[in-house]
Nanobody, 130 residues
């Protein structure tokens, strides 16, 4: 019953923008944290940006902090990742994940996704290419 579904991925040119959505069903995100993670070919999974649905605390990786914005819409049980000024290095499968928000560091959760996040979506492909 518990599902997370990512959408919004696709092919975009360098410098372009995409907005990814992570929609939850089967449970409320009210007391959860949501994280965006990505896996690029030949690279380890990377925490991109994470947010508390309860109070809006967030963390973003240095590599995307000035370009990506994570946001929440509690009424829609959805989290977004607005990506701007995309680079070829951003090409990856992007996953969202949900974990119980225990009022600890969002950065800590984002840096330890296997321990912190229980529910994972199937991912959406983002390809940045000219």
């Amino acid at each position: 019953q518990v599902q997370l579904v990512e959408s919004g991925g696709g092919l975009v040119q360098p410098g372009g923008s995409l907005r990814l959505s992570c929609a939850a069903s089967g449970f409320s995100l009210e007391y959860y944290a949501i994280g965006w993670f990505r896996k690029a070919p030949g690279k380890e999974r990377e925490g991109v940006s994470c947010i508390s649905m309860r109070d809006g605390r967030l963390y973003s990786a240095d590599s995307v902090k000035d370009r990506f914005t994570i946001s929440r819409d509690n009424a829609k049980n959805t989290v977004y990742l607005q990506m701007t000024r995309l680079k070829t290095e951003d090409t990856a499968v992007y996953y969202c994940a949900a974990g119980a928000d225990l009022a600890t560091s969002i950065q800590t959760m984002c840096d330890n996704p296997d321990a912190a996040y229980e529910h994972w979506g199937q991912g959406t492909q983002v390809t940045v290419s000219a």
